[in-house]
Nanobody
Framework: VQLQASGGGSVQPGGSLRLSCAASGRFFSINAMGWYRQAPGKQRELVAI???????NYADSVKGRFTISRDNAKNTVYLQMNSLKPEDTAVYYC??????????WGQGTQVTVSS
């Protein structure tokens, strides 16, 4: 299994970024797909997760600003991040839960929000 994440970068407060993460390799089903983040000196935390059926769950800190979506045909998950704040600065990781409950992490992508 491979996860290719992209879309990170630097943006000013109030700006937007869109992260993408495409899964490839040998699996017969992807269950949940999610985004996590880890800021310096902090533990990794869940940002948003989406199930195969489209059910979503968000961290309270990003509700109303971030939107997670997925394209099942492309095995890709997206994270649209709007109204970004300096506290959103972190390395963002995608994760998939696939087959009979295995988890796999992608490489991180840096998001920096600064004026």
């Amino acid at each position: 299994v491979q996860l290719q994440a992209s879309g990170g970068g630097s943006v000013q407060p109030g700006g937007s970024l869109r992260l993408s993460c495409a899964a490839s390799g040998r699996f017969f089903s992807i269950n949940a797909m999610g985004w996590y983040r880890q800021a310096p000196g902090k533990q990794r935390e869940l940002v948003a997760i989406i199930t195969t059926g489209g059910n979503t769950n968000y961290a309270d800190s990003v509700k109303g600003r971030f939107t997670i979506s997925r394209d099942n045909a492309k095995n890709t998950v997206y994270l649209q991040m709007n109204s970004l704040k300096p506290e959103d600065t972190a390395v963002y990781y995608c994760q998939i839960n696939y087959n009979l409950g295995s988890n796999y992490w992608g490489q991180g992508t840096q998001v920096t929000v600064s004026s």
